[in-house]
């Protein structure tokens, strides 16, 4: 009867071993919920495409579905306001961008505070912001004020919008030279490089949503942004090398929390988006959008570097004088 009653219980360890084995290593804080990625802009854009890259990496290692979820308007606050306001399980999480660092020094009124409202958790990579013309005979920059100051009715300069980034640098130019350039904004980047390459508007700053036409010719970039040459055009040299050293900072694409979230599930959550930011095959993607992937150091202070756009952008704000309507 011991030796049976022996039998059945190493054949009963057996089989929950072997349950144990079957069962999923990996969930996410609450298992079988869905992590939803909320994007505050038009699906389709580079940003949706960055959430589909982490998402189908992310889903098979936590095991759980990953929607991402597009919640445009109001330059980015609905998306950004939802995801201050959901529950801090770590579910919900957000792609944050450059409204989050600029809306406050542009004299906007965002419904959540960026720095207390959210957990910055990693940044994703940079989005680099080139001069651009369609008039091939500019050589650079420095010939663009010089004809610019020399035929200053001819020349103006457009934006993908009023008090964006691509405003606010055109302006600091502007500025700086001493010109009286009219400021031409459009609803969005695909108008503005449409009227540059039909020579509507002589200048412009934008994405490098323009990187097919300048490759092919139709736009000459005079400068990007960043503290050294980007890989994407390493011929053309940046904006503090020509003596624009107050414009440096390109976009940015971070990936949030809502404030609240247990240490150990953001940790959870950093560490893994960290180990797909380092797969070539995500930075080759990336790369092939016009964005320049982060490192996935586990070093980088995300915060303190969020909280320096911000005072960097207090100052850029007040020295052009632009403010969102």
Known sequence: MSSAFSTIRAIAAGLLAAAAMA????????????????????PGSAGDQVLRMLADKLKDEWKVPIIVDSRAGAGGFIGSQY???????????????????????????PPFDTVTDFIPVAR??????????????????????????????DYNFGSYGAATTGHVYSQLINIKQGMNLVHVPFRGTPPLITALIGGHIKSGVSNLDSLPHIKAGKLKALAITGTKRSA????????????????TSGGRYWLM?????????????????????????IQQ???SIGLEPAPGDPREDVAGDMRREIEYWKKT?????????
């Open 317 to 325: 704000a007040l020295t052009t004088g632009i403010k969102a309507e």
């Open 83 to 109: 995801v201050a306001r959901a529950a801090p399980d770590g579910h919900t999480m957000l792609l944050g961008f450059s409204v989050l660092v600029q809306a406050a020094a542009l004299g906007q009124k």
């Open 257 to 281: 929390l809502p404030a609240g979230v247990a240490p150990e599930t953001v940790e959870k959550i950093r560490e893994a988006t960290l180990r797909v930011l380092k797969m070539s095959e």
């Open 285 to 287: 993607k990336m790369l």
């Open 232 to 247: 994407l055009l390493p011929d053309v040299p940046t904006f503090s090398e020509q003596g624009y050293s107050d414009i």
């Open 124 to 153: 994703l990579n940079d989005v680099p912001l080139v001069l651009l013309t369609g008039d091939m005979s500019i050589a650079n920059l420095t010939d663009f004020v010089a004809k610019a100051k020399a035929s200053p009715g």
């Open 23 to 42: 069962t999923p290593a990996a969930e996410f804080p609450i298992p079988g919920k869905s992590i939803t990625f909320v994007l505050p802009s038009s």
